[in-house]
Structures are given as C-alpha cells and as structure tokens.
C-alpha cells in the first residue's frame, strides 16, 4: 500500500506540473499582454520595456513558467483586470459561497445516487420506465434544470428564494463562511434556515447530473455482481434479498461508483458556473462567468487553477480509497 | 516464399448477427430511438432549410408568445425562435459530431499505435494519456477558449484537443486484448507485415468497443458544448446557438418564460436522444 500511495502521489505532482504547464502556455497564447494590464493601455514604451524587465516576463520562457509556478505556489495568482484586486484575495471572499454550495450538491447527490442505483437495478414492475426516467434525467443540461426549478419554486409557488444565498443584508461573518453553520453558531437558527432555502434550488441542480451518472454506473455494477458466485452462495445460505443487495454486492460495487463520483466533479465544476451565474450565487462561479465577457484571463485562470487542482488532488484521494477498500487495485 | 496469410473470417461488426435480422429483432422502443437519431442527424444537416425566417432579423414583433405564426415565439426583438433553434440545433449537433470524430481519429491513432508497438512506445504514448486524463476536461476547456477569445472554431479546438484521451485509452486497452489472441499469432508467424497486421487485424477488432463509446459520449458532449455556449464562449451574437439563446433570455424568464426555455429544451432533446440511441448501440453490440 505504501509504495502504491509513493506511485499515485508522484503521480498527482506530475499531473499539477502539466495543469500549470497548460495554462502557461495559455497565458502566452493568450492576446492579452500582463505587463500593459498592469501599467495601462497607453503607457510609453519605455515604461512598458521596463515593467516587463522589473516583472520578469523578458526571461526565457522556462525561467518564467519556473516562477509562475513558485508564484502559483505562494498563493500570487496576479491581478484581475475587471476588479483590479489580486485573484487570490478575489477567490479569497468568494470561495466559502461555492464551497457551501458543493458542499451541499454533494450530501443531495450521495443517498439520491445510491437510491437511483439501487432502485434501477432491483427488477420490479416499472423498471424499465424508470430506467427511461433516468435517461431523460441524464440529458437535461443544468441551465434548463435551473430555470424550470426557478419557473416552478419561484415564480409560480413562491415557496423558494430564487437569487442570492440570503435574504439578510448583514449576515453574521463566522468562522466558517458557511452560512448555514455561522448561523448557528451566532445564535440564529434564523439565518440558518434562510441560507438552506436559497441553498435548494441551486444544490439540487448542481446534484442531478452526478446523482444520475453514479446511478448508472452503480446499476452496472450491481447487476454484474448479482450474477457472481458469491452472491449465489450468499442466497443458497438463504439470506433475504435485501441482505444479498446491501452486505454483499453494494460494497463490491461501491469502488467503481466512487471512481465515477471522483470524475463528475470536473462536470460540477463547470456546472457551478453555470449554475451560479442561474442563480446569482456570489461564488467563484459568477466571478468566472462574469469574467469570460471581459476577457479577463488571469481571474478565468486562477480559478481554472484552483478547481483544477481540487479535481486533481480529490482523483487521487479516491484511487487511494479505492485502494485501501480493494487491494486488487494497487497491483 | 510469399507470405500467406491465414483466412480468419474479421469479426463482424455486430458479432453474429447479419444487421438487417439485428434490425428486426430490435424492440420498438430501440427501433424508435435509432429513428430519432437519424431524424435529429437530418435535421442538423437540413434544418436551416426548413427555417421560415432570417433568424438574425426582427422579422415579427418582439415577446410574441409561441402562436401558430411563431410556434416558438419570438425574442426580445422580434427574432423568429424557431428558425434560430433549428439553426441551433445544426450547430451544436455538428460540432458534437466533430468533436466525437476528432476524438476517435487521433485518440484511435494513438491507441492503436500504443497497443500494437508496445515497449516504450507504448509507455510514452500512455504516460501522455494518462497525465491529460487526469485533467479536469470540462473546466480547462473554459479557460483555452477564453485564452483564445470566444467563438465556435475555438470552442472546437478546445474541446478536441481535450477529448481524445479517452478514446486512446479504450483502443489501446482493446488492441492489447486482441494482440494475444491466436489469429494475431498466426499472422505474426505467417510474416504479415506490421502495418497490415495493425490495419486488417486489430483495427477491425476495436471499432465495435468505439463505436459504443462514441454514440454514449454524443449527449455528455452536447450538455457540456452548450454549457460553454451558455457562458458565452461559443459563437457570438447575432449568430443563434441554443446555450446563448438561453443566456440571453434568462432576464425575460418570469414574463416570456418560452425565450430562454425552448432553447433549453431543444439541448435537452439532443442529448436524450444520443442517450437513447446510445444505450441502444450499446445493447445491439453486447448482445
């Protein structure tokens, strides 16, 4: 396990050092001059040649790529060219909002996958329109599942806050930047139950997607599973159907569902873009969506860096649960 | 001596079945969706044709709700929605198609040669694979698309150069499979050449495995190519494209609900008809 650990781990580092490597080299394809972003459109060359000097951005384009990495590193980003504050302190304030968003998508899409699987699998009457029902699912695009939501919750019912992830002008700043738990933890259940409702909408178009692809793999594997020796052991030893399903074939198929549930979140990360720009949720989402108009490259790239290496570094940690779960794995 | 080659009949593409009987065993639920992907293919190639107005131009008065002139209304300025939806749906079905296409071509390629030249060849070509297979693909591909400025040539380069990893990994995976088996053996020691071998043995094994691949991926890629249209990254305005057309009307979705959510669902409906039809390939090849 320890020399498999050793592989994925250098594995990970090498893949951050292509995503960084990528969006150097986007940075360089990129029409937009950094050196000029900062000191102005019409600054006099002199300036500008000096500047570039002062910055670095005259080296060799590896001694540059070396430094955006030890930048990247320590947390320099640059500066965005729409706010005109660095992207760090931007994805500073902005990320608890889409971190409690994905949070949240994420506890939706756990037990709804799980059941979607389940539930498919298992033969009934009906299974196969269900089966139907997932597949349409699968097929609606976030932008379309959010407006509905929004036409039917808001607009028609008015049951559900529609922009926003509170009603409050001044909601308590926590310790966590999560509003649901600062809430609570200043003493208003209030608060809390404000940012839940406003949490519904966009969480639950943010879960579908996953919810609906982890069921489909899930199915997969349980029903390769129902047909494998052991279970037909299991049920010669007549153990009830529902123990067959949950004690010997969910935790077989638990590892491919898991690696599933690892590559949908590249799908919810571009997903929370489109979901918060839907619902004004004031996250690194809108910022990017925001961002795209203005061509503001260093704040789609920051971001692109932080979710990247999120996505990156959660893939390796599920491969290493994987592991630990199924020794199979690490040959 | 000339080199003989074995007579091994080529694995058929639906293994036993001659496709004309597998058509007739299909339930008509799979007949149906098999329809409905030649009828959408058809639409995106002829649509524009069937168009009845300019849909660049304020051709009616604009907020006209869905009526029997404009059975899908019209927009904010009085632009037909159904003649820009059938343009629509021609430009995100193409480019899905095109992407599928680049994909299979170069990660095939890749796969191919990976699997059938082994040793470092293989290793390389694999390490490569695998470091842009870790890649979150759909995040990157805004940030290519932004560092080259919006528009649909763009979008398509973005997207293609992140797609074909997958395709690389199956072919190589299903060429190693079908390396050892006896029939390869054979034409090793018959002395067919290489590139014969890679073109008349393995190449024919791996198309099924693809094709069922490529017709699954048809709706992730229409879901995930208007999403960037929806952000704005894909063809600009006045140029109709169904995401746009969504993000556009989003302001009018309490009063004129049908400007942004027809574009929505015509996404919807190509991406559960490549599902559809997906799922029946599928099924008609494993079987």
Known sequence: MLSFTLRRLASMIVVLLVLTASLFILQQVSPIDPVRALVGQQADKAVVDAARKRLGYDDPLPVQYFHYVENALRGNLGVSL??????????ASLLPASFELVLFALILAVPLGLTLGIVSAARWRGSGIFRFGLLSFAAIPQFLLGILLILLFFSHLNWLPATGRTSYVNPPTGPTGLLTIDGLLHGEPAVSLDALLHLIMPGLTLALLPAVAVGRVLRGSIIANLRADHVRVARSKGLSEWRVLVRHCLRNSAGPSLAMGGLMLGVVFQALIVVETIFAWPGIGSYVGQSIPKDDFPAIAGVTLLLGAAYVVTNTVVDLLQAAADPRIRS | MAAVEP????RPLLHSFALSELLRRLRWTE??????????TLLALFGPLLAPHDPKLATGPPFHAPSGAYPFGTDDV???????VLYGIQTTWLSALAVIASGVLVGGTVGLVAGSAGGWIDNLLMRITDAFLALPAPILAIAVVAALGPSLTHVLIAVSILWWPYYARLVRAEVRALAVRPHLEAARLAKISWLRRVTRHLLPGAIPVTIVAASLDISNLVIMLAGLSFLGLGAQPPTPELGAMTANGLQYLLEDWWIPVIPGVAVFVLSLVGNLAGDTIRDMVDT
């Open chain 2, 31 to 40: 007949r149906f969706a098999l329809a409905a992907l030649a009828f959408i």
């Open chain 2, 78 to 84: 009085g632009r037909d929605l159904f003649s820009a």
């Open chain 1, 82 to 91: 729409r706010t005109g504050q660095p992207v760090t302190s931007d994805l």
């Open chain 2, 7 to 10: 007579t091994i009949r080529r």
